[in-house]
């Protein structure tokens, strides 16, 4: 299959980032906006996602695995969603518009992902296998999508691409619009991993958006709590390519004081 690029992890546009003295708080080092994901433009990395996407749906389906709209789990996921999205314009102008969709995949996998343009996926293995309350899928939902509007992959992409292609090839396979050649430098980039830095801010920024959305941060312990014990048997791939351990929950519970007001305020703004 030509000009494809496999998607299956959090891969986003533009980003307009206003929590800086949060992330200096953290102790996370907050870069300036990079010329260097301008040689990934965010409209093609949507577009080839979309259509990676697409894929992922058609397999699922043609396996029954892909739940139809009146699932309940789906119900659940796309209200939690719905509590959320209004939220992303914080951090992502271009977010707000974007066609933003929510599926469920039937799967032992436990694992989760947000592609660029608001495309998101949940495995029955995370929600049902975990048992995840709503607070624990809002903490989760938030850190992908965090992923996707801080375009850490694209950045990713940019950088593995300079170091294989040269910046030399690449910027002409942009100029010529020849997008795909470049993207194909990997072949799949299923075990793209990002840094720790990327971890947290996803952390702080889901954290932030969960508890604007009415749910309970505190949420994020016990979460990580579930899914250090389901990692003892191995073979998770969201949790293999998430940093954890007590080190992680720690700097969760370190910015609970900051979002627990934005939680209790939201709460208070909703109807009993």
Not at 216 to 222: H, L, N, Q
């Amino acid at each position: 299959m030509s000009a494809r690029i496999f998607l299956p992890f959090l891969l986003a546009g533009c980003c307009l980032f206003p929590t800086s003295q949060l992330m200096a708080q953290a102790g996370v080092e907050v870069d300036k906006p990079s010329a260097l994901r301008k040689l990934v433009p965010a409209a093609e990395l949507e577009r080839q996602a979309n259509l990676e996407y697409r894929q992922i749906l058609r397999e699922a389906q043609a396996k029954g695995a892909l739940a139809p709209p009146d699932h309940p789990q789906l119900q659940r996921l796309r209200g939690i969603a719905a509590r959320l999205i209004p939220h992303v314009g914080r951090f992502n102008r271009d977010a707000a518009r974007w066609k933003w969709e929510v599926n469920l995949i039937g799967s032992k996998q436990i694992n989760a992902f947000c592609m660029p343009g608001g495309k998101i996926a949940f495995y029955t293995g995370l929600v049902d296998g975990l048992k995840l309350s709503d607070d624990e899928i809002a903490v989760v939902m938030g850190h992908e999508m965090a992923h996707a509007l801080r375009e850490h992959a694209r950045s990713r992409i940019a950088k593995a691409q300079l170091t294989q292609l040269g910046a030399g090839l690449l910027g002409s396979f942009i100029g010529d619009g020849r997008y795909a050649e470049a993207f194909r430098f990997g072949g799949n980039l299923l075990t793209l991993k990002f840094s720790r830095d990327d971890e947290t801010e996803a952390d702080i920024i889901g954290l932030d958006l969960a508890a604007r959305g009415g749910y309970d941060p505190r949420a994020g312990i016990s979460l990580w709590q579930k899914m250090q014990r389901a990692s003892q048997g191995g073979g998770i791939p969201w949790f293999s390519s998430h940093p954890s351990g007590e080190n992680r929950i720690e700097e969760i519970q370190a910015q609970l004081p900051k979002v627990m007001p934005l939680y209790e305020a939201a709460r208070a703004g909703q109807p009993r």
